[in-house]
């Protein structure tokens, strides 16, 4: 069976070659492949789209022109080993956020001990090439160390949890743009009171935590931007509208108790084969965002080609359409200060591991390629920044 699914697919590519090749356009090429009318019709359209774009300066040249960061996340062993990433990086980036470094699992390798190497190699590289950095992220229920789940109790997590903040925060103290304080703290399915995800920290702290985080890491650092963070904020759907209602209360709360949070970290981990974004009621809630004194960051940028089609031509279009729907949306939004990408390359992403094409080809969710070649989706997010500076309506 193995076999035969290897064989297959090689022929419908040659046969959708063929096809491109005696004319048939990749919308038809769409249809052949039996795609739902609304994600067909969005293909097209993506597919006749023109990215072009003005200048040859860098997406953090570009952003710094309109008063917004650019950047990405990076991780330290590809950065010390990968020459071209850490050029890339260098070059298109003015502020980077370490992906794994500074989380506990990485941080802590035993209850007493600390090892901030890898984070200080990422806060090295960003002071010696003049890029800012981000803080990612001080409470979160996932990447909590090994020795965490049977060691904590009711007694030690309040001492554990106010250590962690001060400590991490204070170290980096001065050196950080801004931190994502907490990570994730909502999930209404749980079936908590306000929406809040069932957690570790919710059952030993109560729901204050987030508050107490907060607070803590402003004393630990009085001028890091400190920002909750959070996903499946984007589309016009159900989930998203009660997780979106969830979040706003959630931050309302804080700013009414004083709370010294700065801003909302939206990670955007968009879905490629997803046709319910609504620029409309999205801006709404980014407003509503706003309205309350806070400051916007698109904080993990990445479109999931999960099921979009296998030619990387006509995916990259569709990533690239997606990409500048939703950004120029987005940089609407005078709030809005900065955007980053959850990675830079193909070569360096998480969604090879957590989001695989079942074709088994190489994911292609990011502005550059693996061989650090500027995609359309680079050309997607150089445009919709150049728009801000045309926006009619802001
Ligand atoms: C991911 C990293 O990219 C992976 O390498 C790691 O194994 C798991 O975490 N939301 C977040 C990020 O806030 O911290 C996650 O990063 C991706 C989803």
């Not at 709030?335 to 969604?351: E, P």
Request: charged share 20%; net charge neutral.
């Amino acid at each position: 069976m193995h076999h035969q699914n290897k064989t297959l697919i090689p022929r419908r590519t040659v046969l959708l070659g063929l096809l491109g090749l005696i004319g048939i356009t990749p919308s038809a090429i769409a249809k052949i492949q039996n795609l739902p009318q609304r994600q067909w019709q969005k293909y097209q359209q993506y597919q006749h789209r023109d990215f072009s774009v003005d200048r040859n300066i860098s997406l953090g040249q570009r952003a710094a022109d309109r008063g917004l960061v650019y950047g990405a996340a990076v991780r330290q062993p590809a950065m010390s080993s990968d020459e071209n990433l850490a050029q890339v990086v260098a070059q298109e980036c003015n502020i980077i956020v370490p992906e794994w470094e500074l989380k506990w699992d990485c941080l802590r390798p035993s209850p007493t001990t600390f090892d901030f190497s890898p984070a200080d190699w990422i806060a090295n590289f960003a002071q010696t090439n003049g890029l800012l950095m981000r803080g990612h992220t001080l409470v979160w229920h996932d990447a909590l160390p090994s020795w965490f789940e049977p060691l904590i109790n009711s007694q030690n997590a309040r001492p554990l949890f106010l250590e962690h903040i001060h400590k991490v925060v204070s170290r980096y103290a001065g050196k950080i743009h801004s931190w994502d304080v907490v990570n994730e703290a909502i999930n209404v399915p749980d079936g908590n009171l306000d929406g809040l995800r069932s957690t570790p920290w919710l059952k030993f702290l109560g729901k204050d935590y987030i508050e107490l985080a907060f607070r803590v890491a402003a004393d630990a650092d009085p001028h890091a931007l400190l920002f909750y963070n959070d996903y499946d904020l984007d589309y016009d759907i159900p989930e998203a509208d009660a997780k979106r209602t969830a979040v706003l209360k959630l931050l309302t709360d804080l700013k009414s108790k004083g709370t010294p949070i700065h801003g909302l970290g939206i990670q955007a981990h968009l879905t490629g084969t997803e046709t319910r974004f609504n620029p409309q009621k999205f801006t709404t809630f980014l407003a509503q965002v706003a309205n309350l004194g806070l400051k916007i960051m698109i904080t993990e940028m990445d479109v999931i080609d999960q099921g979009l089609p296998r030619e990387p031509d006509i995916r990259d279009r569709i990533v690239a359409g997606i990409y500048e729907d939703y950004l120029v949306a987005v940089l609407s939004e005078k709030a809005v200060i900065g955007i980053l990408n959850w990675g830079i390359s193909d070569r360096h992403t998480w969604i090879a591991e957590f989001f695989p094409r079942q074709d088994g080809t190489t994911v292609r969710p990011l502005p550059f390629d693996r061989n650090y070649n500027p995609k359309l989706a680079w050309n997607a997010i150089a445009r919709a920044i150049d728009f801000k500076s045309s926006k009619p309506f802001n």
